[in-house]
């Protein structure tokens, strides 16, 4: 069971306890929601994996939210409802982030640890943008459609350039 | 040794082999000896003695005595000299050993690289020619290395497009400063890295232990062949040109034992140039049924492969990307849109457009998509399954969409009131909002220049639809040169700096199966390309390249003004090579309006923007 330890207050103090007052995180999921919303999207995925709440809280759409907001460059503050529709229609933040946003991450600090040798005119496309990661997405989300009859053809490989691993020799 | 190749150049294999002309040669046949002693069976003294049996038993009825697999790569050594040559090729190492654990940094940096190398194919003159020097180095000429004796061109003359890039050939060489710019350790590694990889390059015949023995003490210098391999190349079509094609027989012949030698881009680059060059010399009166045409029973199979070359490498998706931000930004406050794509395949730009379209500030516009596509002969559908998969996702978007297909053998057939056509969805009120047009053409306009009249006529229905934006991407590369030699020398440039690409862009060899997959299919369908620029002719030749200049002269004959495309779109570009593995060697450029993008130093794929000049309905907010 996950504690909080909140500094006690004397007079708050109730009979037979022992002078700390104990608050499980579990009892408050939506506080549990905001700390989540915090980590890294490694961490987060982690973080599911500790029990049953955990992993449903860590799997809801605002928590993801916020993390791909956190590690994305938006470049301009659109209609914040807007994308949240349309990511949800190609199929939810928590995707956005797997298959898009967090190997793009790996991808370019693989590139950064290769040391100063990148030249400083690219220095500026280091990182990711909302919109080339929803590009990326909605590419793959139209991938998966199938055809008229239903039948699959072959398996979307468009993200495929993200998942190699990164030659970081 | 790559290093120092990037640094310089983009063909490592051509400048390689000028700037450091046959410098690998005595540490060549050093490692070779090695390996034979280890290969052989050890503990044998004399490689030079064994290297004479070997040569007795192989060169039977040599002519006048030269070594007949050393002429095939371009040296003449008698038979008689080899132990001879052997033997100071020993103390020429052995030299150089001494001088490099003196002074490390100048090994290659040596004046006896620098002099001036009469006929290098004449080893046996040349390797007395360094040991003289090293023992008294004189005060060098500095000239370029004359032609190797064979009878070969005399100077490759590299391509007039970029010439700054080529210098290597004439004027680089003389800064050994310059050139050599590596670490000892790192050359002495790449030496062992070529040891490695003459080792176990693959022989074309090796039937007896004997002709294996001796092909081992033959093959020379990878970088030397590459050289020679290059020249046979130009060898080759330039007696294609002058209709010689017996030579061109012979010459092809050799190509294929050179390009066994090399390794990677080089050897598929090569590869597929032979292999177009010997369908051209010996093809029957009827084509051959590869590829030489385009509407073909591998439609399939083409779209196939282009669907690998659009994932395994970034040259579709930038041309997608570009294009799709030009196409925003001129429908900025439209709420009709309509865009005509003059390629439709499985419509892999749409959906980003789409996405884009349906974030952008004031919700998205009325989407209308026309796609035209070529008639697939097996009655499939393509193009209505491609609409219908774009319409669910703009369904599950929330964009308003429609869509037409037109299926047409070439563009030319199109007319302007096909692509305007009347809506039939009986919603009257549509007639108050004028419907802004878009056309987008992805590697599609060149093929219209083998027929006389055909681009014309396009760009003529162009402008009767009265677009708001015209987004061209082309290759950037003039493969529509007036001689054979030309465009095959072009084409030699080009292909190998994409093929280079491509190497240099995915991982090391433990890369899992799909990669590589997607890798061989994309050289596959560089290698139709390929195909087409060399073997065909008149009109099934579709694959007339032009560069940028030149589109830009043909657009603005014909009524249009560039639109330049704004700096989102090389920010989104940058970002997006920045995300592909080996994206340093990328390179986005701006270029008077328009996007390019190139390996190193050379733009390989151009996109640009136009509108009709004179359109008083310039309301796009560029610049």
């Given amino acids: 069971m996950m504690m909080l330890l909140l500094p006690h207050r004397e007079e708050e103090e109730e009979g037979g306890a022992a002078g700390r007052r104990r608050f499980p995180i579990n009892d408050n999921a939506d506080l549990l929601a905001e700390v989540l919303g915090r980590l890294d999207g490694r961490s987060l995925a982690v973080a599911g994996c500790v029990c049953r709440l955990w992993s449903a809280v860590g799997r809801r759409e605002a928590v993801w939210e916020a993390v791909c907001h956190r590690h994305v460059a938006v470049g301009r503050a659109g209609a914040a409802g807007g994308t949240r529709s349309v990511v949800a229609a190609l199929g939810g933040y928590r995707r956005l982030y797997r298959l898009c946003i967090g190997p793009a991450l790996d991808r370019l600090a693989g590139v950064r640890r290769q040391g100063p040798a990148v030249s400083s005119s690219s220095s500026a496309a280091r990182h990711v943008s909302l919109s080339l990661a929803l590009s990326l997405f909605s590419i793959d989300c139209y991938e998966r459609l199938g055809g008229v009859g239903g039948r699959q053809q072959q398996p979307p490989a468009s993200l495929l350039f993200l998942c190699k691993p990164v030659d970081v020799s | 040794m790559f290093t120092q190749i990037r640094v310089c150049s983009a063909y490592p294999f051509v400048i390689f082999g000028f700037s450091v002309p046959l410098s690998g040669v005595p540490q060549e046949e050093k490692e070779m000896k090695r390996d034979?002693?280890?290969?052989?069976?050890?503990?044998?003294?004399?490689?030079?003695?064994?290297?004479?049996?070997?040569?007795?038993?192989?060169?039977m009825g040599t002519d006048d005595g030269v070594d007949e697999l050393l002429a095939a790569l371009g040296y003449k050594v008698r038979s008689s000299d080899m132990a001879d040559v052997a033997q100071k090729l020993e103390q020429l190492e052995m030299a150089m050993e001494s001088s490099a654990a003196a002074n490390d940094d100048v090994l290659f940096a040596h004046p006896a690289f620098d002099s001036v190398h009469y006929n290098p194919s004449d080893i046996s003159a040349w390797v007395d020619n360094i040991l003289s020097e090293l023992n008294a180095p004189p005060p060098l000429p500095q000239q370029p290395p004359p032609p190797p004796a064979a009878s070969l061109r005399h100077q490759f003359d590299l391509s007039p497009a970029g010439t700054e890039q080529y210098s290597i050939g004439t004027v680089d060489h003389y800064s050994p400063a310059d050139v050599y710019e590596l670490k000892p350790q790192s050359s002495t590694a790449s030496l062992r890295d070529r040891k490695r990889l003459k080792v176990c390059s693959a022989f074309p015949s090796s039937s007896t232990p004997t002709d294996v023995?001796?092909?081992?003490?033959?093959?020379?210098?990878?970088?030397?062949?590459?050289?020679?391999?290059?020249?046979?190349?130009?060898?080759?079509?330039e007696a294609v040109q002058k209709d010689n094609l017996k030579a061109a027989?012979?010459?092809?012949?050799?190509?294929?034992?050179?390009?066994?030698?090399?390794?990677?881009?080089?050897r598929k680059v090569a590869g597929y140039f032979a292999e177009a060059l010997a369908h051209r010399i010996y093809r029957p009166q009827s084509p051959r049924g590869v590829s030489c045409s385009s509407t073909h029973e591998s439609t399939a199979f083409d779209d196939m492969l282009h669907q690998h070359f659009y994932e395994s490498c970034p040259y579709l998706k930038f041309g997608h990307f570009t294009a799709n931000q030009a196409i925003l930004e001129a429908f900025a406050g439209c709420r009709r849109v309509h865009v005509v794509d003059f390629g439709m395949r499985q419509g892999l730009q749409w959906p980003a457009l789409l996405q884009a379209l349906a974030l952008r500030p004031g919700g998205p516009p009325s989407f209308r998509l026309t796609g035209i596509g070529p008639p697939q002969p097996d009655n499939s559908d393509s193009l209505q399954e491609v609409g219908w998969k774009l319409a669910q996702l703009a369904e599950t978007i929330r964009v308003d969409f429609r869509y037409r297909g037109f299926v047409a053998t070439s563009l030319a057939d199109l007319e302007p009131y096909l692509l305007l056509g009347a809506e039939t969805d009986g919603r009257g009120v549509e007639d108050d909002e004028p419907e802004v047009v878009a056309v987008n053409s992805v590697f599609e306009l060149h093929r219209l220049l083998a027929r006389s009249?055909?681009?014309?006529?396009?760009?003529?229905?162009?402008?009767?639809?009265?677009?708001?934006?015209?987004?061209?991407?082309?290759?950037?590369?003039?493969?529509?040169?007036?001689?054979?030699?030309?465009?095959?020398?072009?084409?030699?440039?080009?292909?190998?700096?994409?093929?280079?690409?491509?190497?240099?862009?995915?991982?090391?060899?433990?890369?899992?199966?799909?990669?590589?997959?997607g890798q061989a299919m994309s050289e596959m369908y560089l290698g139709r390309q390929i195909y087409n620029v060399v073997a065909c002719e008149g009109a099934e030749?579709?694959?007339?390249?032009?560069?940028?200049?030149?589109?830009?002269?043909?657009?603005?004959?014909?009524?249009?003004?560039?639109?330049?495309?704004?700096?989102?779109a090389f920010k989104q570009a940058s970002m997006l090579l920045a995300l592909f593995d080996g994206g340093e060697g990328f390179r986005v450029e701006e270029n008077d309006g328009c996007l390019s993008l190139g390996w190193h130093t050379r733009p390989l794929i151009a996109t640009s923007a136009w509108r009709a000049a004179g359109d008083p309905l310039r309301t796009s907010a560029s610049s």
């Fill in chain 2, 36 to 59: 034979h002693q280890d290969a052989g069976g050890g503990g044998r003294g004399d490689w030079y003695a064994v290297a004479e049996q070997e040569k007795g038993k192989a060169s």
């Fill in chain 2, 213 to 237: 023995a001796a092909q081992q003490v033959v093959v020379v210098d990878s970088q030397e062949a590459g050289i020679r391999l290059v020249h046979a190349l130009m060898a080759c079509a």
């Fill in chain 2, 249 to 266: 027989g012979a010459i092809v012949k050799q190509i294929s034992v050179l390009a066994a030698s090399q390794g990677g881009a080089m």
């Fill in chain 2, 453 to 517: 009249g055909a681009l014309e006529k396009v760009l003529g229905t162009i402008l009767a639809v009265r677009p708001r934006i015209v987004t061209v991407v082309e290759q950037e590369a003039n493969h529509n040169g007036r001689t054979f030699l030309d465009r095959f020398t072009e084409a030699l440039h080009y292909y190998s700096t994409m093929f280079d690409s491509l190497e240099g862009s995915t991982s090391p060899p433990s890369s899992p199966e799909a990669r590589r997959h």
């Fill in chain 2, 541 to 568: 030749r579709t694959e007339r390249h032009e560069a940028l200049a030149q589109w830009r002269a043909r657009m603005c004959r014909a009524g249009f003004e560039s639109v330049p495309i704004g700096s989102n």
